[in-house]
């Protein structure tokens, strides 16, 4: 064995960067959910070669000031939290402070950003973790980064990359996603030059599912809004001619986030289940709003997964919603969401 000794900061942030940053697709969604963050209501992202050689994510948000540019790129730094009770009331996607760090110890990353009340906004170009250029530059309000040659320092991450075709199919999967479950906002997705998806961001759930999934599935779809004691949703469930062989089209947000939760989806599934034959699934675009105290976003570095609080409360509550919503009587009961 050899002596124990502390790693240095470029190694350590390498070997973290592993947990948030796995592939083109996790890029994208790190930086999407900071223009989120940031209050954008236009995002473009724009890939090439499946994201690997390059990703551009620009906003129309509120920009970083030019004396905290560095700040956003060091390691558990963050805007949107300052102590561990924040978690508590948390509505941003981000928190942990590790994204752009992470991305930019294993990537070629370029920045620039401009809040409204800056005359000039900031380009910053970072390399594997190291500061090459920062300097100011005229640009609009807002922020651009391009990625480029993710994990060109990490030979053995690179080696696990898909073929660009497939991951571009992950990307596309995502921003899907985040068009369905944001139709509040406008999405342009740009992959090798080609504009995949556009999506108007006028706030009509139903438009959006007609982008992602066609016409027949946004007239197959039939609005839900029922509301219990702290849990609030809304959103479409298909009807049951909808039903599909596989859960890709079962869709859940949770206080904006796209969460997979098998609680809530075996609800849904046997609130379905006289309806839809066995081994068909349903199609729905669920928005759950609850309290934040009585969900744990930050089980997983990437943040895909909750624990709830109450799991059997929470099977009842999407159980009751879509059986109510079968039987015609809608009841919005007054919400408890801002005691
Ligand atoms: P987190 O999102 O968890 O705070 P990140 O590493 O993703 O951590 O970002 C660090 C900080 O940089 C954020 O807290 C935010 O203040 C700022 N930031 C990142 N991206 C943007 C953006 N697109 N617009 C405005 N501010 C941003
Ligand atoms: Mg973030």
């Given at each position: 064995?050899?002596?124990?000794q ?12 592993g ?41 129309n948000g ?111 999967d ?18 090798n ?13 139903r ?10 599935a ?56 006289t ?9 729905y ?16 570095p990437?943040?895909?997964e ?14 009751d ?19």
């Amino acid at each position: 064995m050899q002596k124990i000794q502390l790693l240095d900061q470029k190694t350590i942030n390498k070997i973290a960067a592993g947990e948030v940053v796995e592939s083109p697709k996790s890029v994208v969604k790190e930086l999407t959910e900071n223009a989120m963050d940031a209050g954008a209501s236009t995002v473009t992202v724009e890939i090439r070669e499946g994201g690997t050689s390059y990703i551009r994510v620009t906003d129309n948000g509120c920009g970083i000031p030019k004396d905290q540019v560095k700040e956003a790129f060091l390691r558990h730094s963050t805007s949107k939290l300052s102590q561990i009770e924040d978690l508590e009331h948390i509505f941003t996607m981000g928190f942990r402070g590790e994204a752009l760090a992470s991305i930019a110890a294993v990537a070629q990353v370029e920045m620039t950003t401009k809040t409204k009340d800056e005359e000039m906004g900031t380009l910053i170009q970072i390399s594997g973790g190291e500061v090459k250029t920062i300097q100011d530059v005229a640009c609009t309000e807002g922020t651009t980064v391009v990625v480029q040659n993710l994990f060109y320092n990490v030979p053995a991450r690179r080696k696990f990359l898909k073929k660009p075709a497939t991951e571009s199919s992950y990307v596309s999967d995502l921003m899907n996603k985040l068009a369905l479950g944001h139709p509040e906002m406008s999405f342009c997705y740009i992959n090798n030059g080609a504009s995949i998806l556009h999506t108007s961001g006028n706030g009509d759930g139903r438009a959006s599912v007609f982008y992602v999934y066609g016409k027949e599935a946004a007239n197959a779809m039939m609005e839900i809004s029922y509301a219990k004691g702290d849990y609030r949703v809304t959103g479409l469930i298909g009807k049951p001619e909808l039903s599909r062989g596989n859960r890709n089209y079962e869709n859940l947000f949770i206080n904006g986030r796209f969460i997979k939760n098998s609680i809530v989806s075996s609800a849904v599934e046997d609130a379905y289940k006289t309806r839809i034959m066995i081994g068909k699934f349903p199609v729905y675009v669920l928005n759950l709003e609850v309290d934040p105290s009585l969900v744990d976003v930050n089980v997983h570095p990437a943040k895909l997964e909750v624990r709830f609080k109450n799991d059997d409360e929470v099977y009842d509550f999407f159980y009751d919603a879509i059986s109510s919503a079968f039987s015609g009587q809608v009841l919005i009961p007054r919400a408890n969401l801002e005691k």
